[in-house]
């Protein structure tokens, strides 16, 4: 049975061969004469292109796969380096501004100098001010080394914005003009008008105006709008003569009894960069 099998199995490989041969003979002899592929080249090329299009599906998606990683990293450093970049921008814009503001104070510094005929000057600038004592002081990078003593008046964009109160030996606090705490030092000034001088002292500051309050008024004078004002040098602290801004406003206090004046500052005290403090000829001596 076992060697019946064999021979039977032999001789059907056998004849299968045959017909194979005899198919590819024939395909072959049916190619040349139609000038076509041969069927079983044909069979073959499709076979090979099928198994490459299955091969093909996976390797694509990891190809594709990989470039949208790559192109994802790519725009990841490139949006990384144009942060960069606007923030540099944003930083000199910031230096530009910062230096833009120190030139129009230079600038205006420089025109308050030639009229303060009777003082010596000493340019500085502000190195602290701390949101806490906005309002009441600052302080600047010269100190006793520069002649500076405490009580000298202190100037910028066009007239007084405060006093030096404390020294050192590099730095200098400065007490401003607008400082309204129960222990500030008032500052005596007087209003030119057309009718006459009217003295009074800086009794306020009013933050939602952005303007010092005279108070103490005692004359009956007529104050106008546009009046000047300056330090009247009553209390020998500050000498007389220094500009201190011009009235805005004239009204009466609450209980309507006397004259409150609002004064426009000379300078605008929420932005001081640079200042010069006045020392006096005789004080140089």
Do not use: C
């Amino acid at each position: 049975m076992r060697k019946f099998f064999s021979s039977k199995t032999a001789v059907t490989i056998i004849i299968g061969l045959f017909v194979i041969v005899g198919l590819i003979a024939g395909s072959n002899w049916w190619a040349r004469r139609t000038n076509t592929t041969p069927f079983f080249q044909r069979f073959m090329n499709d076979l090979a292109g099928g198994i490459s299009r299955v091969i093909s599906v996976p390797t694509n998606v990891v190809g594709k796969s990989a470039d949208s990683a790559g192109n994802l990293l790519n725009t990841f450093s490139e949006n990384k380096k144009l942060k960069s970049e606007i923030d540099s921008y944003a930083q000199d814009k910031v230096r530009l501004q910062t230096v833009e503001n120190e030139n129009r104070s230079l600038k205006k510094q420089l025109k308050l100098k030639e009229t303060l005929t009777d003082y010596d000057t000493v340019s500085a600038v502000t190195i602290s001010r701390s949101p806490t004592t906005w309002k009441s002081q600052l302080v600047i990078d010269k100190g006793s080394r520069a002649g500076l003593r405490k009580g000298m008046p202190v100037l910028a964009g066009s007239g007084i914005i405060g006093r030096i109160s404390e020294v050192n030996t590099v730095n200098s606090k400065v007490a401003l003009i607008s400082d309204t705490s129960e222990d500030a030092n008032r500052f005596a000034i007087t209003i030119k008008g057309s009718h006459g001088d009217v003295n009074g002292i800086i009794s306020d500051f009013d933050s939602e105006r952005g303007q010092l309050v005279m108070g103490q008024i005692t004359s009956s004078n007529e104050i106008k709008k546009g009046d000047t004002v300056q330090t009247s040098g009553l209390g020998g602290v500050i000498p007389a003569g220094l500009f201190v801004g011009k009235v805005a406003e004239v009204t009466t206090d609450d209980y309507g009894l006397s004259k409150k004046v609002y004064i426009e500052p000379s300078a605008d005290l929420g932005n001081i960069t640079t200042v010069l403090v006045a020392v006096s000829h005789m004080e140089t001596k």
